[in-house]
């Protein structure tokens, strides 16, 4: 059997690389992408691929743009942090998904549900399984960050999520329990990666959920000054040509 394997946070590859190979050492895994443009680089370069892994949030977003821009022939296992119950419908059209930290176990099911059903790459509908995922839940939204804690890998939803926040070129995850964590995106690309409908690009240091804001008050020039929960020692300002985005924001 020949796979790749598409995942962005490099000790998540090499436990999942690790993992194939025991379960079977006939395997070959014939390449790893971190990203959209990698993976797209990487079907384009690679023919004959039996079964590709997939990670859903990759580094540039979610995998699913990669199937807007090559063909893939190949069916998936996708891997991911959504919960057991959100992901119901990843088994009408896809081979399995798989919950992260992923079960050997589980993993070795995934693998020889593979090869019992022989899976034909023409009976893979991507479109269909999208639609199956519409009811629940927002397919073009992160939905969970992988950030690390000394040695430790951790999932935090995004409803746990207070603001981001830029600071001496690091951008910090802080969390509604007042836990920092640095993230591998700038506040431009979480604005795009992110509801709109929960998440306010306030400026460019600070990126908001609506449950954050504890409360605003006027400014000078036209300025809103935006108090969070949890607090923090600079002055966060929305301009003056954002400000009325931001109201219409806040009451919707």
Not at 173 to 200: A, G, M, Q, R, T
Request: aromatic letters at 10%; glycine letters at 2%; one cysteine or more.
């Amino acid at each position: 059997m020949k796979i790749i394997i598409i995942e962005d946070e490099l000790p998540a590859y090499k436990r999942l690389h690790k993992l194939v190979l025991e379960i079977d050492s006939s395997i070959e895994i014939l390449g790893h992408a971190d990203s959209i443009s990698s993976a797209v680089q990487l079907f384009q370069s690679i023919g004959n691929i039996d079964l590709a892994l997939m990670d859903i949030e990759l580094a540039d977003g979610q995998s699913f743009e990669i199937f807007n821009q090559v063909k893939v022939d190949c069916p998936i296992i996708f891997t991911t942090a959504y919960d057991e119950f959100a992901l119901k419908a990843f088994k009408v059209n896809s081979i399995d998904y798989l919950l992260k930290p992923i079960d050997p176990k589980q993993l070795k099911q995934a693998l020889e549900k593979f090869s019992s059903l022989k899976f034909k790459s023409s009976s893979f509908d991507l479109n269909l399984l999208l639609q199956a995922m519409q009811p629940n839940i927002t397919a073009q939204y992160k939905q969970r960050f992988l950030v690390k804690l000394g040695s430790k890998l951790i999932s935090i939803a995004c409803n746990d999520v207070a603001y981001f926040m830029a600071a001496d070129k690091v951008v910090y995850l802080v969390s509604k329990d007042c836990k920092k964590y640095i993230v591998d995106h700038s506040i431009e690309e979480l604005s795009n990666l992110l509801d709109p409908k929960i998440f306010f690009h306030l400026n460019r240091q600070f990126l908001a959920n609506l449950s954050a804001i504890e409360s605003v008050s006027t400014y000078f020039n036209g300025k809103l000054k935006i108090h969070l929960n949890p607090q923090v020692a600079e002055e966060v300002l929305v301009s003056r040509d954002k400000a009325s985005d931001f109201k219409l924001w806040l009451n919707t």
